[in-house]
């Protein structure tokens, strides 16, 4: 669930590129980062969410593997002894922040703690 009340700060990785801090607002803006018009959730902290666009695998669109957002998700999912299904993440992903509410998830700017380990 998107909160709309300000700009919120996400990482963006895209394939052979470096991360960036980006800044969206609003959800259409957050998918624009990704690139698709379906995004698939992945939560990989309690607070903290990954946006990918899965559904590129079924449309047909270019598929360009995103190895730094592989080895991120990867990585972060082994702490608690998880396994990213399908093993890579394609095209473009971008990291949240979220936080847990009576009403559900709620994203959030990304943690200044994952800010700097990602050295941005």
């Known amino acids: 669930m998107y909160e709309a009340s300000k700009p919120m700060k ?3 990785f895209r394939p052979n590129q ?6 969206f607002t609003g959800w259409d803006d957050l998918l ?3 690139g698709t018009d379906v995004l698939e959730p992945i939560s990989l902290r309690r607070n903290l969410v990954a946006y990918v666009d899965e559904e590129a695998r079924i ?10 957002a592989t080895q991120y998700v990867t990585t972060v999912l082994a702490e608690t002894d998880r396994v990213l299904m399908g093993g890579t993440i394609v095209n473009n992903m971008i990291l949240v922040g979220s936080r847990h509410t ?8 990304i943690p200044e703690t994952v800010i700097k380990s990602l050295g941005l």
């Open 10 to 12: 996400g990482i963006l």
């Open 18 to 23: 470096q991360p960036v801090l980006v800044e």
């Open 32 to 34: 624009e980062h990704v």
């Open 59 to 68: 449309r047909g669109t270019p598929i360009v593997v995103n190895h730094a």
């Open 102 to 109: 009576k009403d559900g998830e709620v994203e959030t700017d």
